[in-house]
């Protein structure tokens, strides 16, 4: 879909008229009666009520399911996930207000993050010809989305896909800061607006504005460069908030793909702000309340005072995967000729709480079927079990699967251009002390559980010093222990609350780690090819992209220049690596590069 003017126009007007039309067939709410006025006694307030449902960062899931386990999600505090629960709790909230009273949006990130979303992007892709309707489409259109922003996970598998579906969806896809790179117009439908028909006075016109991250610019450069660009969401507020409150909306609400605390993850190499609706309330006036997403973080509500006006504007955001289900309940009051905001309130409604909708299972029973099928496929052998379970105190074969797939990838990605004479090492984590790839038959749920985060690859510059700051960083995850001293695995580790993903194994380099001295001062005997490394020479880092653009906060790796970057996820290139390669033998690729030592000694 060409992204001129003339299509953006129509897109938006019909996004309007689409609402009006719906809305246009509403009855009048049994619950609000006007009041009726006897002798000289004044009338009582006209009053009207209604309910913004939202979701966010649902990635990919439909049903209460994890693909990479291949049986029911579960996780330690017991939530569940997915679109068929989230229908559940929708239905039941309409049931009690109103189906008229209610609209339903979410904040994005919802086509990548599952197999059953890589599936239909990259196996049987919804792009190709008489291609199958995206899940993530059938389900939010069979539930009766109302408008939904765009994420930044949306671009991860190029815009011919996303444009493939946003036609599919029966709501518009919102981005008012997304925005045609040429022209600078909007690329997709800035916002929507929705009539809610009250029982007294002028309908209620509610309106939607959709803004998504400025990091897309970064972590989808290689399918948005020259095409798209995304300045920042409170500079495109407040050039759309004053046009929809001139257009008639009465309440303004914002769904952004953007978390609330005012940080970015990468650092100074754009601009703007990617954790930035806090930021949106604070500035912006005429705004009253934001569906928050993007950092994967609860907040049942979380009110801002607007600097300008001091009034509060309501965030809230539900947590991923469709745990969570925010409600922002308004209530108006009619005054002087027109509808005013009198109060505005969020909580969240837990998904594990309802069982899931069987329309929803039903429509999509198909799908699962194909996509647990596909992840249950045999793609090669390994010739010995491995497992993370030793991997967060030693070098263990599981994660130089991980380094070898990635550093292989990223000198294939580099041969034949500047970088290519350059030596290439890799960081991975222990994501989870529970993968392993079994001795024999190896499938894809195997592969893909070693990576269950949606991180793609990126290639960095990064010269000897920096590498010896970056690993020093990085040992901060063990608790200092005396030589002597007895060593206990369970309390060896997660440092001052520092996650497992948060401690980088990087190989291609020997080192060792001694975990008696101070944090800051452990990186012992770091050499390269069996020589100290010089500190002046330079390296290339294979590494994700959440890494790279910041996430953990390690020293260097966000400023250093970026050579080269991958959209696919890492798990699917170490997929595609053993289905190549037919056998996995951890004797060809298996080193002890790394060890945690005592002023000197081994510690295992």
């Known amino acids: 879909m060409p992204l001129n003017r003339r299509t953006f126009l129509e897109g938006s007007v019909a996004v309007g008229a689409g609402a009006a039309l719906t809305a246009g067939a509403v009855a009048p709410a049994e619950a609000h009666g006007p009041g009726h006025g006897h002798g000289h006694r004044p009338k009582p307030a006209r009053r009207y009520s209604f309910t913004v449902m939202g979701t966010t960062d649902l990635h990919g899931n439909v049903f209460n399911w994890d693909y990479f386990t291949d049986k029911e999600f579960d996780d330690k505090a017991h939530n569940d996930v997915g679109l068929a629960k989230i229908s559940t709790l929708v239905e039941r909230v309409r049931k009690e207000k109103g189906r008229r009273n209610t609209l339903l949006i979410d904040a994005g990130d919802t086509i990548q993050g599952t197999q059953l979303s890589y599936y239909y992007a990259k196996v049987d892709p919804i792009t190709a010809r008489r291609g199958p309707v995206h899940p993530m489409a059938q389900a939010m259109n069979a539930i009766g989305y109302d408008a939904a922003a765009l994420g930044n996970h949306e671009f991860n598998y190029g815009i011919p896909v996303l444009r493939k579906f946003e036609e599919q969806c029966d709501f518009p896809l919102l981005g008012a800061n997304a925005l045609d790179a040429k022209t600078l117009r909007p690329a997709f439908a800035p916002y929507s607006m929705h009539r809610l028909r009250t029982p007294c006075g002028r309908d209620v016109k509610v309106a939607v504005l959709g803004l998504t991250n400025p990091g897309i610019a970064i972590w989808d450069k290689a399918n948005v460069g020259g095409k798209m660009v995304f300045p920042g969401l409170e500079e495109q507020a407040a050039k759309w908030v004053p046009k929809l409150r001139s257009m008639g909306a009465d309440v303004v ?31 912006v006036p005429g705004i009253d309340a934001i569906l928050v997403g993007h950092a994967h973080t609860e907040i049942p509500e979380y009110r801002v005072a607007n600097e300008k006006t001091g009034k509060d504007v309501v965030l809230s955001e539900p947590l991923k995967w469709g745990q969570r289900l925010t409600l922002f309940d308004f209530d108006l009051v009619w005054e002087k000729g027109r509808w005013t905001v009198e109060k505005v309130g969020a909580q969240v409604l837990n998904s594990n709480t309802v069982e899931e909708d069987r329309k929803i299972v039903r429509l999509l029973s198909d799908e699962h079927r194909k996509v647990v099928a596909y992840v249950n496929q045999v793609i090669g052998t ?153 500190p002046a020479a330079k390296f290339v880092l294979a590494v994700n992209n959440y890494r790279a653009s910041g996430g953990g906060a390690f020293p260097h790796v966000a400023n250093a220049p970026q050579l080269w970057a991958d959209s696919d996820e890492i798990r699917n290139t170490i997929i595609r690596w053993v289905q190549a390669r037919g056998t996995v033998d951890p004797g060809q690729f298996a080193s002890v590069d790394w060890r945690l030592t005592r002023d000197g000694v081994p510690v295992f």
């Open 253 to 283: 609400v914002v769904s952004a793909h953007s978390g609330s605390s005012g940080t970015s993850s990468y650092g100074d190499q754009l601009p703007y702000v990617e954790n930035a609706a806090g930021l949106v309330a604070e500035q």
């Open 382 to 534: 390994s010739t010995a079990a491995m497992t993370t379970a030793d991997a967060p105190w030693k070098d263990e074969p599981i994660i130089d699967l991980i380094n070898v797939v990635q550093a292989e990838t990223v000198k294939a990605a580099l041969a034949g251009g500047a970088y290519a004479g350059l030596p290439v090492l890799s960081q991975a984590s222990c994501f989870s002390r529970t993968a392993r790839i079994p001795a024999g038959q190896v499938t894809i749920k195997d592969a893909a559980g070693l990576y269950p985060f949606e991180n793609t690859l990126e290639a960095r510059l990064l010269t000897g010093a920096q590498l010896k700051d970056y690993l020093e960083f990085s040992a901060r995850y063990y608790v200092r222990t005396p030589a002597g001293a007895p060593v206990d695995t369970a309390k060896l580790t997660n440092a001052d609350g520092t996650p497992d993903y948060n401690y980088d194994a990087v190989s291609g380099l020997t080192y060792e780690i001694d975990i008696a001295k101070e944090a800051g001062a452990r990186i012992v005997n770091l050499a390269f090819e069996g020589r100290p490394v010089d």
